[in-house]
Structure formats: C-alpha cells, structure tokens
T-cell receptor, first 110, second 110 residues
Framework: EAQVTQNPRYLITVTGKKLTVTCSQNMNHEYMSWYRQDPGLGLRQIYYSMNVEVTDKGDVPEGYKVSRKEKRNFPLILESPSPNQTSLYFC?????????FGPGTRLTVL | KQEVTQIPAALSVPEGENLVLNCSFTDSAIYNLQWFRQDPGKGLTSLLLIQSSQREQTSGRLNASLDKSSGRSTLYIAASQPGDSATYLCAENTGNQFYFGTGTSLTVIP
C-alpha cells in the first residue's frame, strides 16, 4: 500500500531533550516536506526537500533540522525542544503534483 | 509572502444541500492547487488536484474550479451528507513550496 508513515504518533517530552520524528514514504517520491499545524494558524511548512541531499527552509524552520540521506526517509530533528514547539506535525511526499500526508505526530513539550 | 485565505471559516448546512467553499491565493504563478479533507485529530486526505492549466476537476459529488486570474478556487459539494462533516483545506503549490489556508469547518446536520 502506498503510504507515508511517521513515528512516533504521540510524544511527550521535556524542554531541551533532543528528539527525532521519523518519516518514510514508499512511493519513490522525490519531494518530501514537514509541516506543523497549530489552531488558528493552519499548516505551515517547516522544511522541504526536492531530492536526496537537497533541503530548503520553509516558512518556520527555526528550532528544527532535517536530513535527506535516502530518497524514502526524511527525519525531523529538534535539537533542543521548547514549549512553543508543541504542535501537530505532518510529513508529506509528492511525485511532482499531488501531496500525500502521513498520519501526524502530536508533540507536547513540557 | 504568499497568503491563502478560506472563507467561511465555519459552515453549517442541512443534509442534502449543495454548498460552495472558497479559497483565495495571492500568487498568480501557481503551479497547482489541491483540496484536502481533515477529520478531527486525523491526517489530510487529498480530494482534488487542479493543475494551473486546468479550469476544473470533478470526483463524484465534488467539483473544484480554479481561476488563476482572480486568484480563486472553489470546492462545490453536491447533495451534502453528514459524513461530509470535516475541515476542508486548500493548498497552493508554487513549484517547490506549499501554502495552506486555515480551512473551512463544515457541519452537515442530519
């Protein structure tokens, strides 16, 4: 089944404790992206990647890192999480037009 | 900075009614526009994708239109059903970045 998977689905952590949210797609898509969704603000793009080893900042990249070492994987790294990074995070991939989304990761930073 | 606006923010209709959701965008160099559905606490499900060269797309009871010159897209839902209750999001693709509206929350009353 064609899909985008994210792990973990739920995460509660404390300020400053490094974490990684994994994202994987099995559709051989070149484009992958991370978003955060906050009430009243909608979905905002954090980082995107046009292909392996190519990443670019979206609208809200501060406090996040990404890497794209393989086509299928695009992990999101929070080196020192803060409470304002509490949000619902989505990973997405695209083969050129349509975007497909993962199920989301609900992150709470205490 | 691209802005995507969705009006209304919330809509409540009786079952069986036809309805229109609106999406406005500021970038005339749009690559494509995608409509999504999001159920509470869930991920995004793609409904329709309209390429910049197209005027409309149809899938079942859904019809989406695109007018690049006016910066508008509409999602028409025919014969609404309670199962259509969800938040509907539009996303503008500028080629390498995606910009989302904040959505229209639809409630269809049985």
């Amino acid at each position: 089944e064609a899909q985008v998977t994210q792990n973990p689905r739920y995460l509660i952590t404390v300020t400053g404790k490094k974490l990684t949210v994994t994202c994987s797609q099995n559709m051989n898509h070149e484009y992958m992206s991370w978003y955060r969704q906050d009430p009243g603000l909608g979905l905002r793009q954090i980082y995107y990647s046009m292909n392996v080893e190519v990443t670019d900042k979206g609208d809200v990249p501060e406090g996040y890192k990404v890497s794209r070492k393989e086509k299928r994987n695009f992990p999101l790294i929070l080196e020192s999480p803060s409470p304002n990074q509490t949000s619902l995070y989505f990973c997405a991939s695209s083969g050129g037009s349509e975007q497909f989304f993962g199920p989301g990761t609900r992150l709470t930073v205490l | 900075k691209q802005e995507v606006t969705q009006i209304p923010a919330a809509l409540s209709v009786p079952e069986g009614e036809n309805l229109v959701l609106n999406c406005s965008f500021t970038d005339s160099a749009i690559y494509n526009l995608q409509w999504f559905r999001q159920d509470p606490g869930k991920g995004l499900t793609s409904l329709l994708l309209i390429q910049s060269s197209q005027r409309e797309q149809t899938s079942g009871r859904l019809n989406a239109s695109l007018d690049k010159s006016s910066g508008r897209s509409t999602l028409y839902i025919a014969a609404s059903q309670p199962g259509d209750s969800a938040t509907y999001l539009c996303a503008e693709n500028t080629g390498n970045q995606f910009y989302f509206g904040t959505g229209t929350s639809l409630t269809v009353i049985p």
